[in-house]
Nanobody, 124 residues
Framework: QVQLVESGGGLVQAGGSLRLSCAASGRTFSGYRMGWFRQAPGKDREFVAT????????YYKDSLKGRFTISRDNANNTVVLQMNSLKPEDTAVYYCAAGRIGYAPRAGGSYDYWGQGTQVTVSS
């Protein structure tokens, strides 16, 4: 049974940083990409970043490039989202997801497995 467990969320002041982790288990993720999505209150879920498990190809939401960095630790089956220079508009529940390579990397529908989410709140 695939499990994706997010951690690292919390309350931070604007300009601060947070490091989200996603612990993945239950299958081999070779041939998969691991993504982060977020959903703010009253808004649709949106793509944040994704990374391919095997060779580390990354995609980002354009407006987040330079502030957010996604990485993976294959040995520990972990995906990390480093978030810097946080803004109040980054406040959301952040979800980790896993989906097979070959589908649109930024589309939520391309991901088969989802975590429960972790809350990130950025105060002004």
């Amino acid at each position: 049974q695939v499990q994706l467990v997010e951690s690292g969320g919390g309350l931070v002041q604007a300009g601060g940083s947070l490091r989200l982790s996603c612990a993945a288990s239950g299958r081999t993720f070779s041939g998969y990409r691991m993504g982060w999505f977020r959903q703010a209150p009253g808004k649709d879920r949106e793509f944040v970043a994704t990374i391919s498990w095997d060779i580390g190809v990354t995609y980002y939401k354009d407006s987040l490039k330079g502030r957010f960095t996604i990485s993976r630790d294959n040995a520990n089956n972990t995906v990390v989202l480093q978030m810097n220079s946080l803004k109040p508009e980054d406040t959301a529940v952040y979800y980790c997801a896993a989906g097979r390579i070959g589908y649109a990397p930024r589309a939520g529908g391309s991901y088969d497995y989802w975590g429960q989410g972790t809350q990130v709140t950025v105060s002004s």
